[in-house]
């Protein structure tokens, strides 16, 4: 939940300096995981702010961020990044979209689709300080619902911890995702089959999704998230 944080000792650490950039728009502040704030001043999820300059910089919480914990783990390739369009897929309350905002910046868009109530309305709160932020409430399954005003995207970008969910990136890769765009993935094996090893899980899952993208990068994102496998590719 966002709150609005008057600058202080105990929120603004004055210790952290010296952001040093990891891939463009993201950073390591004393060498913790960061993005620089969007919506000065606001939190998103408790996460805190540290001041170098002009900037405010919100470290980024590897335990609540898939994409935290793929970017720590070794992600190679970053295609959020300044300008990009992203299709966010099963946005919640925004923790990890709102760090994709910071990334994509001013000139970029980021399109949140959530279809649980609860989440949607703090996903509506952190969009209303997030001009390239656009909450989309409504069913993955279904991209021709909300097909209008989107176009092409450059990442797709999927959390959706359900058990068809490489028909959900199948779908929505296809109607948006541009020629040589990205799509990444968390992959939650559990949610597909707990009765099965999560390695055949995966291994099924990527060559499904093998239609659309050609995969790149797989990484699994323990300890952070157990039985979890992040993937990266880009389309065919
Ligand atoms: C694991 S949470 C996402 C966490 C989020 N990506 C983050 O890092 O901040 C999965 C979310 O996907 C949403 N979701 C699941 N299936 C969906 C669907 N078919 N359409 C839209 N949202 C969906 C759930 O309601 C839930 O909020």
Redesign the pocket.
Known sequence: MREQIPPGPLLFSKDEKMAEEKFPGVFLVGGRLATRNLALGFRVYGEKLVQEGEAEYRLWDLY????AAALHKGLKEMPIKPGASVL??????????SHVSDIVGESGAVYC????QR?ARDLISVCEKRQNMLPIM????LPQEYSEGIGKVDVIYQ????PDQDE?FIRNSSAFLKNGGWGMI?I?SQSIDVTRQPKKVFDEFVARVGSEIDVKQEIELSPYDLDHLFISGKKK
């Open positions: 609540r961020s898939k994409l966010y897929l099963g946005a919640a309350s925004g923790t990890t979209a689709v959530e279809f649980a989440s409504g069913d993955a399954r959390d959706v911890a359900q959900i968390a939650k």
